[in-house]
């Protein structure tokens, strides 16, 4: 079965810097893609990046420059290094998983953590 579970969301003023965590079991990591997903209120969820099961990192091009994705392969955890925080990138934000190739849809994801919450003020 798999497990996703988001940690280090928070309350950051503008500017400011986070570090989300996703943690799942190496079986996980090794078979499937992981991805990050976010969502505000009216809003639908989007994509904010992924890691492939080969191993190749994705962000979208929304967040490049201030988001980065990176893995600690021994702690089997992915996270999500947002800089620069803006008020616009309060959301939920939350880790997916799916079998087959990385897709940008979140209906396209078949697991999904529970989610950590960011606030931006500004």
């Known amino acids: 079965q798999v497990q996703l579970v988001e940690s280090g969301g928070g309350s950051v003023q503008a500017g400011g810097s986070l570090r989300l965590s996703c943690a799942a079991s190496?079986?996980?990591?090794?078979?499937?893609?992981i991805a990050w997903f976010r969502q505000s209120p009216a809003k639908e969820r989007e994509e904010v990046g992924n890691l492939a099961k080969n191993g190749i990192r994705f962000v979208a091009d929304s967040f490049k420059g201030r988001f980065t994705i990176s893995k600690d392969n021994a702690k089997n955890i992915l996270y999500l290094q947002m800089n620069n925080l803006k008020p616009e990138d309060t959301a939920m934000y939350y880790c997916?998983?799916?079998?087959?190739?990385?897709?940008?849809?979140?209906?396209?994801?078949?697991?999904w953590g529970q989610g950590t919450q960011v606030t931006v003020s500004s």
């Open positions: 997916a998983a799916r079998a087959r190739y990385c897709s940008g849809l979140a209906d396209a994801f078949d697991y």
């Open positions: 190496k079986y996980t990591f090794d078979n499937y893609c």
